[in-house]
């Protein structure tokens, strides 16, 4: 049990990292969130007691920062990530640099546990920089710190996600739906809260140390099964339209620029490979977790977008 134990979670405000902090909480332990922006991670105290989960603000530029939040923690989390690229805060600095501080930080403070968060599809020789920098961070944290326990999450759903949601905000507002690379791409959806579980299981199992694990949901879908998903769990009639690939890369070209891109250039080389889980890799079942079916969790946070009259 985590009881009392000081946890460290860097990037704990993000879609899953709310989850993990809850969870943390309920089970006792003395959470510190490592983040940017501590007013926006404020909401994230009432996870548990008061003075139970404490923001604090952490540059993974900083190693000092970086060293500080880590001293003393029984273990230490890395929920950190980006989508896309934005000012000093490249895929680079977070996913790899950062990743890289952290593990050595963890080193110096002996830190017993560490739970890095990759992405599935990390290549080192991928055309995105976003998965060759998932991939270069997973060697830089494994070299820092042997005992690793690296899980790789495929597409996350679950009530607040980034995926869902925001085809679902879109659905409210298009006459139709474009399909990038034809809509052919495979995802295999995960529950962002059996994400959260294997991250707790992984703190509390010695076992899982040193591996890698890939988590998927039970089922496969192309991207084009995913937009029609979302079209019946909205209740609007959409077409859904393929983009040639002249289209959909001038698309992205102009959409990267947005506060939050609804796809980039680099996001269009991640479409080229399927994003499911490999064979005999060691997945959810290994951390003893049932995966949960897309179809029974988000109609119940997509409702809220059918027409009403």
Known sequence: MMKNKIVTVFGGNGFLGRSVVQRLAQQGARVRVAVRDTDKANRLRVSGDVGQVVPLQVCLRDQQAVES????????????????????????????????????????????????????GADPKSRSKYAKT????????????????????????????????????LATLLPFFTLFKGGRTKFQPVYVGDVAQAVLYALQDKKTQGKIYELGGPKIYTFKDLMTLIIHYTGRQK?????????????????????????????????????VVTQKAKGLKDLGINAAHLEAIVPTYLSCYKPHF
Do not use: W
């Not at 890395?78 to 490249?90: F, P, V």
């Not at 680079?92 to 050595?104: F, P, Q, R, S, Y």
């Not at 998932?134 to 995926?163: C, H």
């Not at 983009?243 to 620029?257: D, G």
């Open 134 to 169: 998932k991939a270069l961070g997973e060697k830089k944290v494994q070299k820092a710190f042997p005992n690793v326990t690296i899980l790789r999450p495929s597409l996350m759903f679950g009530a607040g996600d980034r995926f869902f949601g925001r085809f679902a905000d």
């Open 69 to 120: 939040v880590c001293h003393g923690a029984h273990s230490v989390i890395n929920l950190t990530g980006r989508l896309y690229e934005k000012r000093q805060a490249t895929f680079n600095a977070v996913h790899v640099e950062g990743a890289h501080n952290i593990a050595k930080a963890c080193v110096k403070h002996k830190v017993q546990h560490f739970v890095h968060i990759s992405a599935l």
């Open 239 to 275: 077409m859904l339209i393929p983009l040639p690939s002249f289209m959909a890369t001038l698309m992205a070209k102009v959409l990267q620029f947005m506060p939050e891109p609804l796809i980039t250039p680099d996001q269009l080389k991640l479409l080229e490979h399927d994003n």
